[in-house]
């Protein structure tokens, strides 16, 4: 059973700043993206997503502020997250999605998220 676990939410003050963790229980390599995406009353978006290859994209609203990474060796996907905004207040969630046979088919799995709320 693959896991995706996150950490790192919390209480921050505008212009605040957090890391959030999401750990893999398997080799993150084996992905084809990993991604965090954030959950709000009414709003479900992506956020920033790495493929396996290292490309890297992010919303408009996080550009400049936001930044993806990860460790390979301790199968970790991180969210920098700078210069926080009230509008980021939010449930964040990792997601991973991968191949699983020659006719293209997916599974992807998802972390039960961390609350992060920025205070104004």
């Known amino acids: 059973q693959v896991q995706l676990t996150e950490s790192g939410g919390g209480l921050v003050p505008a212009g605040g700043s957090l890391r959030l963790s999401c750990v893999a229980s398997?080799?993150?390599?084996?992905?084809?993206?990993m991604a965090w995406y954030r959950q709000a009353p009414g709003k479900h978006e992506l956020v920033a997503k790495i493929?396996?290859?290292?490309?890297?994209n992010y919303a408009d609203s996080v550009k400049g502020r936001f930044t993806i990474s990860r460790d390979v060796v301790k199968n970790t996907v991180y969210l920098q997250m700078d210069n926080l905004k009230p509008e980021d207040t939010a449930l964040y969630l990792c997601?991973?999605?991968?191949?699983?046979?020659?006719?293209?088919?997916?599974?992807?799995?998802w972390g039960q998220g961390t609350q992060v709320t920025v205070s104004s």
């Open positions: 997601y991973a999605v991968r191949t699983v046979n020659v006719e293209g088919a997916t599974r992807d799995h």
């Open positions: 398997r080799n993150i390599l084996g992905y084809d993206v």
């Open positions: 493929t396996n290859g290292g490309n890297i």
